[in-house]
């Protein structure tokens, strides 16, 4: 029973549940004093112990149901097992039959395998079936699974290891026959041999619930991650915006410790007097002056114009993922001319909100001078001394005038100025591009394309903060 | 056979999951399977319970009432920012110690007359250095005194995530082995480990450390039937069917695209407003002039105030 436990744990860690050394022997403990009898309360508590998060408790209320279910079986099956010599089995030509497929190979003399499993396969004994699939699964590795499609390979390694090859020569040989008895004794072979891979192909597929699934999709994930946003297709959308969504969550835990820094240099005088009152003046309290650090402010100015908008989408995705931690966030979009977003991105759904904004700032004609222009003039206040201004966009302009003299005074007036280009460097300057007037007045200029790169340039700009 | 090596006896509140739910019951608490066996394992296996869920779903009122039906003392530190360990686990009485050093000073020229040199006058001082920081001048703080507690106590941590990330580095000595160490007198151990519960609101993530150390209880709101039976728990006197459309009702609510959700304490505090109006039963003028008691954001109030008689029907359709 120990085993079924840990090999629960190593379930719950593959379906991204992080489960220590502690917790699990936490679990073993736990195990003592509730016991196996009763399901319900098994759940319960191993959900007190091993799942720490809402999260972790929805895979765990999952997984358990997957598991256990299937651990339930296998575990009748092996009650099945030491009672097999008292219990006549009925259906069973003989009680001694059973015994190649549980697992003892080659040595069944006492009766023919390829009979035996024939019987396996019509399920006249359930128990027997779950029993052979399980130790056929152990011995193919099934647990090792982490691709949906490895499954075929695992199934016809389960059937190997259940000798589907002495039953499958035993088909040949019928076959070869060519009469009327070697066709139905063919065609009952061929049912045998169908109905074991359902039943192997069943015991993979839940297999791979349990160990490959959340495998998989760490896989995928991983890939997208990496993969630039214009060649993303449209399938992948729904999946990037999960990822996005974890990557922010895990970008605002990181961000996430006290803005509190003691200063352990300097005495607070008027504090520390105040609160040694009561000892006569006597400065028993010390007490350090406090240096608050600011909250992350971001003006984030995106060029919304046909060659970079792909970008716009992930970049404001992963701006609003992260509300938890940057609270002050104004959104300007341009193209022809700027336009505040902040308010439809909030209040529409994003599909809606972009076609929006698109609408607003009129597509083509892309202008940055004219955009730094508008935001200086129309909305200079809202960038102060702990603002980071972030630029998204390629820099071409049109071959219109760039104006850096309003963005350098943007720049002066903000605390930091980043600028994300989706094009890379060798790109900058060919062309209408301005990158390389602007580029001095940035604090970080980079090629960005994918969301790890994203992940990167907003983690540098917490920093800032921290 | 299952009480860990700590010796100590199981109260027979504490017997059995099914027991930790009667005793809660017979304290007004209704608890759910979650919960109980929270707290049965929090005996047996000798962990703090770290409670997590929105605001008033009766996050601190659960050790309120295990302490109330083990018939144990509760003992409640509130955390806040800046919360540091003279607050939280001991201080040393100043004031005693300088009066101390007051009486010291008259009587150290009468200790010491006898002394012939210098260094014996020191080695008998020396003697009296300790009594300086001794337990007589200790001033036990929640942390400590419910290490102190000969017959069990229960310990509630409110509200964890208000307090800074150092200080969850220093509850876990406590959590972890029940003591509390004080350099200048060692370290002082639990007689009988405390009940330790945890609550926090999740306005910020808690550190693994912590988490590891702690069984997680997660508390949402209750379904229908469940608050139906709290709330007839908390508030005797409501009629059978004020209780159903009412809970039916706040049920319904948070259903909708409300900023503040109303929470079982709110439910409680609406059957009383209503026990006091004389009504049995709801209707949409009763509720809009009652709203600001589950209410608590003037723009939730207004979206919901369009909204009364629908939701009511919602609520009543349900109800049947």
New interface residues.
């Given amino acids: 029973m120990e085993r079924t436990l840990t090999r629960y744990i190593r379930a719950l860690r593959s379906a991204g549940a992080g489960v220590s050394t502690t917790e699990a022997m936490d679990a073993a403990r736990t195990v003592e004093v509730v016991g196996w009898e009763d399901r319900g309360v098994l759940k319960t508590a191993l959900g007190t112990v091993l799942a720490k998060s809402v999260e972790e408790k929805a895979i765990h209320e999952q997984l358990f149901e997957l598991y256990f279910s299937r651990e339930a079986a296998a575990s009748a099956a092996a009650e099945g097992k030491p009672g097999e010599g008292g219990e006549p089995d009925a259906g069973q030509p003989g009680g001694g039959e059973a015994e190649p497929q549980a697992g003892d190979g080659e040595g069944g003399e006492g009766g023919d395998p390829v009979e035996a499993l024939s019987a396996l396969a019509r399920g006249e004994n359930p128990g027997q079936l779950a029993m052979a699939l399980e130790r056929a699964g152990a011995a193919a590795g099934v647990d090792e699974i982490r691709f949906a499609t490895q499954s075929g390979y695992f199934v016809r390694k389960m059937m190997e290891q259940m000798g589907i090859e002495a039953l499958e020569a035993r088909l040949m040989e019928a076959l070869s026959r060519r009469n009327a008895e070697g066709d139905a004794e063919a065609e009952a072979l061929m049912g045998a041999r169908s109905a074991l891979q359902k039943q192997a192909r069943a015991f993979v597929e839940a297999r791979f619930e349990i160990y490959g699934r959340s495998a998989q999709d760490a896989f995928m994930n991983e890939i997208l991650a990496e993969r630039s946003f214009g060649a993303l297709g449209r399938s992948d959308t729904e999946r990037m915006r999960a990822l996005v969504e974890r990557m922010a969550k895990r970008l605002a835990v990181r961000h996430a410790r006290r803005r509190k820094v003691r200063d352990r240099g300097r005495l607070d005088v008027r504090r520390t007097l105040r609160a040694n009152a009561g000892h006569d003046g006597v400065p028993f309290d010390i007490i350090w002056k406090i240096k608050r650090k600011d909250r992350p402010k971001i003006v984030a100015v995106c060029d919304v114009s046909g060659s970079v908008a792909q970008y716009v989408r992930f970049l404001l995705l992963f701006l609003h993922a992260l509300k938890e931690k940057v609270t002050d966030l104004e959104t300007f979009a341009f193209s022809a001319h700027l336009a505040d977003v902040s308010r439809p991105l909030e209040t529409l759904p994003f599909e809606t909100a972009m076609r929006a904004i698109v609408d607003e700032v009129g597509s083509g004609g892309t202008d940055y001078g004219a955009a730094f222009l508008e935001l200086d003039r129309d909305f200079g206040e809202v960038i102060d001394r702990r603002t980071t201004v972030l630029v998204l966009g390629d820099g071409r302009s049109n071959y219109s005038n760039p104006r850096l003299d309003v963005f350098k005074q943007i720049a002066d007036q903000a605390k930091r100025l980043v600028w994300l280009c989706p094009e890379p460097a060798t790109n900058w300057g060919s062309g209408d591009s301005c990158l390389l007037e602007y580029r001095p007045f940035c604090t970080l200029l980079t090629h960005c394309s994918t969301v790890t790169d994203l992940e990167r340039a907003l983690d540098e700009i917490l920093m800032a903060y921290d | 056979m ?1 009480d ?1 090596a700590t010796g100590a006896e199981t109260p027979a509140g504490l017997a059995s ?1 099914e027991a930790v739910t009667s005793m809660l019951a017979k304290s007004g608490y209704i608890a759910t ?2 919960i109980a ?2 707290v ?2 929090a005996h ?2 000798r ?1 703090p ?2 409670i ?1 869920g929105p605001a008033g779903v009766g996050k601190t009122d659960l050790a309120r009432s295990v302490a109330q039906g083990l018939d144990q003392p509760l003992i409640r530190m509130q955390c806040y ?1 800046g919360l540091d360990e ?1 607050k939280a686990l001991y201080e040393w009485k ?2 005693k110690q ?1 009066l101390y050093t007051q009486i010291l000073k008259d009587k150290i020229g009468h200790l010491v007359e006898d002394a012939d040199s210098l260094d014996e006058a020191l080695h008998k001082l020396t003697g009296f250095q300790d009594i300086f920081f001794s337990r007589d001048f200790l001033e036990p703080r929640p942390l400590l005194k419910a290490m102190e507690q000969a017959g069990g106590s229960v310990l509630l941590i409110d509200e964890i995530d208000k307090s ?2 150092e200080f969850e580095a220093l509850l876990l000595e406590v959590l972890s082995d029940y003591q509390v160490t004080v350099p200048e007198i060692g370290t002082i151990a639990a007689q009988v480990p405390p009940l330790v519960v945890l609550t926090s609101n999740a306005t ?2 808690l550190g ?1 450390a912590l ?8 508390i949402d709101f209750p379904d229908a039937e469940l608050e139906a039976r709290i709330v007839r728990t908390r508030v005797p006197g409501v009629s059978d069917r004020l209780l159903e459309r009412l809970v039916a009702f706040i049920q319904a609510v948070r259903g909708e695209n409300i900023r503040k959700l109303p929470s079982i304490s709110e439910t409680i505090d609406w059957a009383r407003t209503l026990i006091l109006l004389h009504a049995d039963s709801l209707d949409p003028a009763l509720v809009r002039s009652t709203l600001n008691v589950i209410l608590k954001r003037q723009s939730d109030i207004a979206e919901v105030a369009g909204k009364v008689e629908a939701l009511l029907d919602g609520g009543d359709k349900a109800g049947r």
């Avoid at chain 2, 150390?213 to 997660?218: G, W």
């Fill in positions: 299952t860990m999951v399977p979650e066996t929270a049965y394992l047996h296996l962990k319970v770290l997590e920012e003279s100043y004031g300088l800074d990330e910020r993530e693994d988490k590891r150390r702690c069984l997680h209880l997660h």
